[in-house]
């Protein structure tokens, strides 16, 4: 997987992709990241990237021409490729998007700054708009890192172990369980027994309980998409989970169908 970042703060990229799982990524050439200065395409001799908001208003906005220019220099080969903007106003990202997003060759993300890009290069240039979370930050450059990160650990051989990316949250259209490591005892609380046991049967079973629990108790509109297997309802039925689950999907039902 390729990814280009159009930035005015390239700098921004050089601690985060030397740490960690991206940096092994990037080491076994799992990822290539290539970081682009929108500035090296300012058409003036001062290097603007920015301007005053046509109709006036707060702030500036930048401008559409370093912004095609660069991402021009950018597509080069036919690779099949996602470009994208950062922005608030995108739809959220979540874990889906990061499977649909990770089958691409390369993604070209684009980071505003200031009140944002030119309409005109979004209309032109952008296959989509992704927002991280309700709330306004500063620049585009986190949240493309944050995409980065979660696209990247879908790959082939990123993780070490395959299956650790499967069994994340959200995955499953759960939250994960909960988790323990040594010591057994921590500060008077035992690691539950089931998972000293070595009864792999068991361990699964408490673990599938513990992922329902925990979606229950903090995203409980979660579960309204999960589809469990016969064998797990009669697991749910024994732990009195299923007839909350079965009322909480019939209301979640119901307000989609009352809101569409
Ligand atoms: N004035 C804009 C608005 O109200 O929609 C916000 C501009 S914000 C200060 C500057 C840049 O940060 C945006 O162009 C976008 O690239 C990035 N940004 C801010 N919040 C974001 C979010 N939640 N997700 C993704 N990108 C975001």
Do not use: W
Request: charged share 25%; aromatic share 6%.
């Amino acid at each position: 997987m390729i990814f280009d970042v159009l930035t005015i703060f390239p700098d921004f990229f050089v601690s985060p992709l030397q740490e960690g799982i991206i940096r092994r990524a990037l080491q076994d050439g799992k990822i290539e990241v290539g970081v682009h200065n929108i500035r090296d395409y300012a058409l003036d001799r001062h290097r603007m990237t920015d301007d005053r908001p046509f109709g006036g208003g707060e702030g500036m906005v930048m401008k559409p021409e370093p912004l095609a220019d660069c991402l021009k220099a950018v597509l080069v080969g036919d690779m099949p490729t996602r470009v994208i903007l950062l922005s608030p106003k995108g739809q959220l990202f979540t874990q889906a998007t990061a499977h649909r997003l990770a089958a691409y060759s390369r993604l070209v993300f684009v980071c505003g700054r200031y009140e944002g890009v030119d309409e005109r290069f979004r209309e032109k240039y952008v296959d989509e708009e992704v927002s991280i979370g309700d709330y306004v930050l500063t620049g585009g450059e986190l949240a493309a890192l944050v995409v980065m990160d979660a696209v990247s650990r879908l790959l082939p051989g990123v993780l070490g172990c395959e299956d650790s990316a499967a069994n994340d949250s959200f995955s499953c259209g759960m939250l994960k369980h909960t988790q323990y490591t040594r010591p057994r005892v921590f500060e008077g609380t035992a690691v539950p027994d089931v998972l000293l046991s070595g009864d792999h049967a068991a361990i699964t079973r408490h673990r599938f309980i513990e992922s329902v629990k925990i979606t229950l108790e903090r995203r409980p509109e979660l579960l309204a998409d999960v589809q469990f297997t016969a064998a797990e309802r009669k697991i749910l039925k024994k732990e009195a989970l299923l007839s909350r689950i079965d009322t909480l999907v019939k209301e979640h039902r119901t307000e989609h169908h009352s809101a569409g």
